[in-house]
């Protein structure tokens, strides 16, 4: 039996392949056939996506709550807050229930899509080999699924790896109003440690251990390192574990193969999009989906996304990280008390200017990150 055909397939309709997914149904394309397939079907709060911004990158409806303060304290306990409300921005909160249940139903009410769950065990070009069969893509395949191994021991490979629990308290506890970015009163070990804390009401907080570094630690002690801040450093009385999240994101300078062959297109974390020396791939997300979309409405090719010199900043960034000379808390405090916060979110977002770049690194330890710099460029010759 022949292949079923679409025009365009969504191999994997996660974060990625939905957002190109409902971008692809508001456009010029909307009557195109595209097939969606993902072994699960997407209701659970998987994740808590946060992201800052000075614009609307869509979304907008169910945003569940905005920071305009980003907090951050020092591993030797000093507060900072960071006012970027001033500055345009925002950090802003979708939780990927809501975002599921915005995106699914629409999607669901077109005639020209469809839904399959199922296994993908194979994506050859244009072509999709499924537990349920086999499905042809006239068009284009977005693969969301092919994440590679990070396993070349000539790229820098971290992973951000955490727990969080979403924590309700009897009396008031949190802020509301900041989002604390990095809490670095934890005990380093020689990693980057802190604790990420997402208050959305005095009484409820997500609040979330996190690492950067090259191996995963025990369950029991991502737990202890939480219970230990929230009832030491924090000092909250009587609380209840009312949801938990976790998970393990590569932060690697690892080149992606965004079009493997001619009608294939990476996307996602498949495709190079989460940012190696942070973690978030959201925002951008939503601006790349949106790019291929406007190429796809014009005939144009699929734009490869990334330059070298901002690929560059990150290998050296993560250099820095995976060395621990200085020690990571030094390196994000220098960075948020010697420029205006606005620089650094932009400097992260790969939204500044080579000059603006430039400003900022003349704010680090300048040792180290020459250092880094030096051998990264002489990686990349040998490459
Ligand atoms: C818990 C968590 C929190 C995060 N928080 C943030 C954040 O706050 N801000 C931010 O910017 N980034 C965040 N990230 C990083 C990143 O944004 C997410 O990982 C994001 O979901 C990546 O999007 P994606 O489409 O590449 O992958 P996913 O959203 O994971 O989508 C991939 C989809 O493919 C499906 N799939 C995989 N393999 C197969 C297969 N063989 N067959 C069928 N289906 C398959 C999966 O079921 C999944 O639905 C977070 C990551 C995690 C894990």
Redesign the pocket.
Known sequence: MSPQTFDYII?????????LAHRINRSLLRDRRLLI????E?VAN??????WSDADVGFEDIVFHRWKKLGFFTFDGEQLSLDIGSEGFEYR?VR?SDFYSYVIPKLRDCPSVEFLT????DIRDGEVE?SKGNFEARKMVFD??S?PGYDESRDHNLLQH?L?WNVETEEDAFDPSEAVLFDFRVQQIGECRFIYVLPVSPREALVEFTIFSGSLLEEEEYESNLKDHLENTLGLGEYRIIGR?????PMSDAVHDQRPSEKIVR?????G???PS????????QQRTEAIVRALESDSPVPVFGSRWKNFLDSVLLDVLEKGTPPAAEVFERLFRRNPSDRVLRFLDEDASVSEDLRLMSTVELGPFTRSALLELARRIRK
């Open positions: 191999a994997g309709g996660g974060l990625a392949g939905l957002s397939i993902d072994r699960e997407k998987d994740h808590t996506w946060c992201f909160m990927a199922a296994d993908i065990l499924t969301s699924v994440v955490f969080g999240e976790s998970g393990v994101i996307i996602g974390t498949a495709g999009w989460v940012k942070t973690g978030y791939s959201f925002k951008r997300s």
